[in-house]
């Protein structure tokens, strides 16, 4: 985050694709009026993913890549599409990120009002339904805020969820933003998620 040199800032993990309008609608009158007015303002970009399809095998990169949709009309085509997933459970093609390993963690996010969202609008969250949501945002950036990640975090879990306690305790509030999201590109899990997947429930 040191490295920032703008005076606003995304965060996003590196495995997600964000949609084609994302830096436009950041940058439309209203959303930089609003992020002016209050320096303690958190967009939430929704965040969604591809259903694992087990008929892609072997060449499953290629599949997603074609797949991966860019705009919200490519979201709302691929909740009709379905895709067979390990158990051969068939499920929508797209959804919300983490619906079924860490649903808490984004449903906050109001999915439904999303897709009636006007793009470049900004919807209220006036409450977390859940202490480990961690939603993707944008916002300002100066020498003071937002708090820097602690350094000591290594490997895997927690870090966005802590960070996102530490804006709400100094007072950030949270708006979700129409006609943008971003999208988590399936891959292999990393070694850090495996040994992350292997503690006791309770350890996580």
Not at 29 to 34: D, E, F, G, M
Not at 169 to 174: P, S, T, W
Request: one cysteine or more; glycine letters at 6%; charged letters at 15%.
């Amino acid at each position: 985050m040191s490295a920032v040199q703008t005076s606003h800032m995304m965060y996003v993990d590196m495995d997600f694709w964000v949609s084609t309008e994302l830096y436009d609608l950041l940058l439309t009158q209203h959303v930089r009026q609003q992020l002016a007015h209050d320096p303690k303002l958190a967009v939430v970009i929704p965040a969604f993913q591809l259903s694992p399809d087990t008929n892609c095998q072997p060449n499953c990169t290629a599949v997603y890549k074609d797949r991966m949709p860019s705009t919200p009309s490519d979201i709302q085509n691929l909740q009709h599409v379905t895709a067979t997933t390990r158990g051969n459970k068939t499920l929508p093609a797209v959804g919300m990120f983490e619906i079924h390993t860490n649903p808490t963690g984004h449903n906050t996010t109001n999915y439904n009002a999303w897709f009636r969202q006007t793009p470049g609008s900004l919807l209220s969250i006036p409450c977390f339904h859940s202490g480990v949501y961690e939603p993707y945002v944008a916002l300002r950036y100066c020498e003071q805020l937002p708090p820097r990640f602690p350094e000591q975090f290594t490997g895997y879990g927690k870090n966005k969820i802590s960070w996102i306690w530490h804006l709400r305790r100094l007072g950030y509030v949270f708006q979700q933003l129409g006609g943008a999201f971003v999208v988590h590109f399936p891959h292999e899990h990393s070694k850090s998620k495996q040994r992350w997947s292997r503690l006791p429930k309770g350890l996580d």
